[in-house]
C-alpha cells in the first residue's frame, strides 16, 4: 500500500497450541497440540468464554474458512465457507454469535460480518446463520473484538488512510432487518492504532500505536470516558470464572 509491499502470509508451519501456565517455561516441550498438523495453515484462534469452544481459521484451497472445535470431544465443523478469505473471529461474550473480518471481493479490501451461532441439544456448535456484514465499504476493516455487553464491535481500519489506521466502533443492528450504523471514531493521532481490546468491566480499551517517533509498535491503555464512542454503563463481568481481579 502507498508503495510498500504487505502481503499476509499463510505459513503451512501453522497450528494452534495449549499451554498450562503452571508448567510454562518458555520451551516448546511445553506446548501441546490443539489442532494443525504443520502441514498447513492453522490459526487464528479464540476461545468462548465458557472455554468449550475454539473458534480458528483453516486454508480450504488456498483460501481461509471458520471452523470450530468442540475442546470436550474434539469434534471439528466448519461454520464458514464462501468465496474469498475469512478469519480473525471471535465469539461474542455471551457465545451467541461470532464476528470476524473477510475479504469476499478477494480484492484485499478487508471487511467485517457477524453471524449468530447455531448448537445441536449437547450445546455444540453447529454452524452459523443469519451472515451479515458490519462494514461495506473501500477500506480494510480488521482485528474486530467486542465489547464486554456484546452490543458494540470495536475495530482498526484504514478509513484515515493506510498510513494512520485509527480505532472506530460500530453499534450492532438491533435486528437483521435493520440499516447498518456508521461506525464511530473512537483513536485519534498520527500513526497506525490497531488491536485494539477491552477489559471484561468495559472501563479499560487496549492497543497496539506506532505514536513515537521512532513509529515501533508499542501496547497502550486507556481509560473509557464518557465522551468516548465506546462508553456504557459498568458491566458485572461475564467471566464464567467469577469476577476478574484489576
Known amino acids: 500500500r502507498d508503495g510498500r509491499t504487505y502481503r499476509w502470509a499463510f505459513p503451512p508451519e501453522m497450528r494452534i497450541v495449549k499451554v498450562d501456565l503452571r508448567k510454562a517455561d518458555g520451551s516448546a ?57 475469512d478469519g480473525g473471529a471471535f465469539f461474542s461474550p ?35 446463520e443469519g451472515e451479515r456484514p458490519l462494514t461495506r465499504d473501500e477500506h480494510v476493516n480488521w482485528a474486530p473484538y467486542w465489547t464486554p455487553d456484546g452490543r458494540m464491535v470495536v475495530f482498526a481500519t484504514s478509513r484515515e488512510g493506510h498510513r494512520n489506521y485509527e480505532v472506530f466502533a460500530v453499534e450492532l443492528p438491533a435486528d437483521d432487518d435493520s440499516a447498518l450504523p456508521q461506525p464511530r471514531r473512537v483513536t485519534t493521532a498520527a500513526g497506525a492504532d490497531l488491536l485494539p481490546a477491552i477489559s ?44 476478574c481481579s484489576s
Open 200 to 243: 471484561p468491566d468495559g472501563r479499560l480499551l487496549m492497543w497496539t500505536a506506532q505514536r513515537g517517533e521512532d513509529r515501533s509498535s508499542q501496547l497502550w491503555i486507556a481509560t473509557i470516558g464518557p465522551e468516548s464512542a465506546l462508553h456504557r454503563p459498568a458491566t458485572p463481568c461475564p467471566c464464567p470464572l467469577g469476577p
Open 29 to 85: 516441550g511445553a506446548l501441546q497440540p490443539v489442532t494443525g498438523d504443520g502441514k498447513g495453515y492453522v490459526a487464528e484462534g479464540a476461545l468462548s468464554a465458557d472455554g468449550r469452544t475454539l473458534l480458528f481459521t483453516r486454508l480450504i484451497d488456498g483460501e481461509g474458512a471458520l471452523f470450530t472445535m468442540d475442546l470436550p470431544s474434539g469434534q471439528i465443523t466448519q461454520v464458514v465457507q464462501a468465496p474469498g478469505y
Open 94 to 128: 455471551d457465545g451467541s454469535r461470532i464476528v470476524w473480518r473477510g475479504d469476499r471481493n478477494r480484492d484485499n479490501l478487508l471487511q467485517l460480518f457477524t453471524a449468530r451461532v447455531t448448537r445441536d441439544a449437547a450445546g455444540r456448535v453447529t454452524g452459523v
